[in-house]
């Protein structure tokens, strides 16, 4: 059972509202939320901003990394602990308890970290990063859509590196039908 908050909001971010507008219809609806505040898609910009303030003042939250070169080690996907496993476990539990799992979505909102890197990472790289991760989904969980939350607009201040993410995230989602 989801509330609301006193602005009239479902609360528990974007799964929330989607979990109730699914159920609506009838579904049952399992939400795994594997986000990490403070994560980067690039390794670049994990090791260049946590624990600092970068050249634009934003402080990093240190929330490690989704880049998955060098095999993935250490990637907040694939490590012991990650969103591998927790998936798999949620799913595993959702089988035992008896629910027949019929679409399997994700949700990415994701991007600050790797924008606040003040040009470390470049729009190709992102790109390449998500569509590698996507890849990884699609192999690992045959998920039926990768839905990409785009970047904000950094408060509206005109910022290049933001626009580079939002431009690699359009990228990403525009290569796939899914």
Request: with cysteine; hydrophobic share 45%; aromatic share 8%.
């Amino acid at each position: 059972p989801l509330g609301q908050t006193l602005l009239g909001r479902v609360q528990g971010g974007p799964q929330a509202a989607f979990a109730q507008t699914w159920t609506a219809g009838g579904g049952v609806v399992l939400c795994v939320n594997v986000g990490v505040n403070g994560a980067s898609m690039v390794e670049a910009a994990k090791t260049t901003q946590t624990g600092t303030i970068s050249t634009l003042g934003y402080e990093s939250l240190g929330g490690g990394t989704w880049d998955l070169a060098a095999g993935g080690v250490g990637s907040l996907y694939t490590q012991v602990g990650g969103a591998k496993d927790i998936i798999d476990k949620a799913i595993a539990a959702a089988t035992a308890a008896g629910f027949s799992i019929v679409k399997k979505i994700v949700v990415w909102a994701q991007g600050e970290q790797d924008g606040n890197a003040a040009g470390l990472i470049s729009a190709a790289t992102y790109d390449t990063n998500l569509r590698n991760l996507i890849d990884r989904f699609v192999a690992d969980y045959a998920i039926n859509a990768f839905l990409i939350s785009g970047l904000g607009t950094n408060g509206g201040s005109a910022n290049a590196y933001w626009d580079a993410i939002r431009a690699a995230q359009v990228s990403a989602a525009a290569a796939r039908s899914t």
